[in-house]
């Protein structure tokens, strides 16, 4: 099992590309969500799904898209970088939100987002 | 008001040391509880989740209290490993919410 991979580990965007973070986990879990973290405020959820064909907004869904066409993946689209965005994010899964109480979330490495 | 809401620290204490973690979480209606821990620049890990009976594993003891809506994380005999930052995390709904950490360092 690789667990949750993300890719690229690092990347530096300017003002108003765009681009995916890609996610991955091979453990056949159905709820994957992505977050942010910035110095001094902790992870941010941005989207969350629930399973495949299901997405729902976080706590700070502007300018990220998501979909998951597949249980395996959930990309992140950031749709006109700005500098606001520059953080590390981070792709996280879990068997299912109706037993989160219970299972543990497991989390990508991470990317290393920049915004120039 | 933050949702979830951790001691600011830094918290700088010797190996053997006892320290205590205090969390506030604003919504009633939260589900569940735990403590995740994340080293420097590494993905969060789960430390372990708080019952409302609290519950120990080792040297770490968790509390639960949702009356006043307040979760605590002991660690006894503190050891160098455990330098690292501690995070308190809240399931609302489905949704996991985190305090923005507590960074403990244990010095020799």
């Known amino acids: 099992n690789a667990g949750v991979t993300q890719t690229p580990k690092f990347q530096v965007l300017k003002t108003g590309q765009s681009m995916t973070l890609q996610c991955a986990q091979d453990m056949n879990h159905e709820y994957m969500s992505w977050y942010r973290q910035d110095p001094g405020m902790g992870l941010r959820l941005i989207h969350y799904?629930?399973?495949?064909?299901?997405?729902d907004q976080g706590e700070v869904p502007n300018g990220y898209n998501v979909s998951r066409s597949t249980t395996e993946d959930f990309p992140l689209r950031l749709l006109s970088a700005a500098p606001s965005q520059t953080s590390v994010y981070f792709c996280?899964?879990?068997?299912?939100?109706?037993?989160?109480?219970?299972?543990?979330?497991?989390f990508g490495p991470g990317t290393r987002l920049t915004v120039l | 008001r933050k949702e979830v809401e951790q001691d600011p620290g830094p918290f700088n204490v010797p190996e053997g040391a006892t320290v205590a973690f205090n969390c506030t979480y604003s919504n009633s209606a939260s589900q569940s509880f735990f403590w995740y821990r994340q080293d420097c620049r590494k993905e969060p890990k789960l430390l372990m989740s708080v019952y409302s009976s609290g519950n120990e594993d080792g040297r770490f003891t968790a509390q639960l209290n949702r009356a006043s809506q307040y979760i605590s994380l002991l660690i006894r005999d503190s050891k160098l490993s455990d330098s690292a930052t501690y995070l308190c995390v809240v399931n609302q709904g489905g949704k996991l919410i985190f305090g923005q950490g507590t960074e403990l360092s244990v010095k020799p």
């Open positions: 996280a899964s879990s068997y299912s939100t109706l037993t989160l109480n219970r299972n543990e979330q497991f």
């Open positions: 799904s629930v399973g495949a064909g299901i997405t």
